[in-house]
């Protein structure tokens, strides 16, 4: 078995429970229902994004989830103040800080630690006081995880985006690349002291590689498993998602 012989976790996000929801200004499909019926499948956390334009998530969504759910929720967000009050108001288990544009579907890429190295320390500091686990979305480049550590996080989520847009174009020069630079990214971070994540456009079949990589503690998953509980209910997809991560682990 790999990284600290321990299983990695796997916490599921659920905006886009939210995102058909909102398609029609229902109440339903309910995040709060999906993250209870996660709880019962076994699953290590929930991860949700509140976006400054809430397209997905709202606001009470995040209440009812650290109100009502025992697993440990993780709120994405980016770095601004009106996200930092919210955090410090409802103290989620952990907060893992994403860079956010309006414009973007999704997460684009990680954060510029090294540039705003000042701005992000000043704005973990009360996170940290608060007992609330920080993680910083980067993209597996050595002098953003140097710099994650230089301003105290004690955890990075490595963006796994990249490489599963390459596997996806069927870009195998490209993509064995950006493996071995998350390779090189997780050493790094073990070596500062640092828990490692990763996260972003995982599926039953990119997530083999990225399981397999030594020292990863936690994978955030959401659009393939949502997508795939269409299909076949979220029961099943996230067992198969389990499986192929122990078994990408060697822990079976
Ligand atoms: N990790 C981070 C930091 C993200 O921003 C997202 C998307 O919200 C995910 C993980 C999950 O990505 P996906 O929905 O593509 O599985």
Known sequence: MNGANKKIRLGVNIDHVATLRNARGTFYPDPLKIALMLEH???DGITVHLREDRRHIIDQDVTKLVDEVSLPINLEMAATKEMQLIALNLIPH???LVPERREERTTEGGLDVVREERELKAFITPLLEKKIRVSIFVSAQLE????AA??????VELNTGIFCNYYCENKME???NEISKLRKAVIC???LGLEVHGGHGLSYETVKFVAAIPGIRELNIGHFLISEAIFEGISSAVKKMRK???LAQNCM
Do not use: H, S
């Open 189 to 191: 971070a073990n070596q």
């Open 150 to 155: 230089r301003i105290g996080a004690p955890v």
């Open 41 to 43: 499948l076994g699953v």
């Open 144 to 147: 953003q995880i140097e710099a």
């Open 94 to 96: 952990a907060v893992c």
């Open 174 to 176: 490209e993509y064995t």
């Open 244 to 246: 192929e991560i122990d």
